[in-house]
């Protein structure tokens, strides 16, 4: 099983990756956490990084694509990967696409929390206190929305034709977005 789950930033995504990767024994790719665990172990990728992270910008394709690679061709990983957070461009869906292909697997599930502007700016607004993340002050956390509706945003019209797309109210309590994303698991 593997499963995308897709959404602006502070929509809930890690909370529901801990969630499915303890129910189904996932490993949660946070393509977010692998780049921050970059930077902290001050890495030549995280000197890269550093400033376009702490902007609310991307991260190169590239370099992201790269990291992906690795796991994605994982054998211990295979059949068994929750993106969240990945992919974030029409590139990088390409580059999912041709990857799961030439390792034979596919997207089982894609599951798209949709939550407002409003929403999100008070759950980062909260979260900033609790974790203290650079990037979760407010301008940039407006500068990483307005990026999420320019490139993110064609992602999700792109993945939203297929049949194994679901879209779950993000504004809901976190248990009543668990309990949704159950009800599809066995589809
Ligand atoms: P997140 O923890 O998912 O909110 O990501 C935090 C930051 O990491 C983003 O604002 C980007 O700077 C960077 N980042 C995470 N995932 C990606 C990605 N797939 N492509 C480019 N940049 C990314």
Known sequence: MNIILF?????GKGTQAKHLVKKLNLFQVSTGDILRE???KKSEIGKKI????NDGKFVSDDIVNQLIKKIVFDPQKKNKLIFDGYP???AQANNLDSLL???NQKINLIFFLNVNKNIILKRVQ???TQENRSDDDLNTLLKRYDTYMETTKPVLDFYSKNSNFYEIDGTLEIDQITRKIDTFLNV
């Open 88 to 90: 974030r461009s029409i």
């Open 126 to 128: 909260k979260r900033k």
């Open 7 to 11: 959404g602006p930033p502070g929509a």
């Open 38 to 40: 970059e930077i902290k």
């Open 101 to 103: 292909n030439s390792t």
């Open 50 to 53: 550093i400033n376009n992270m």
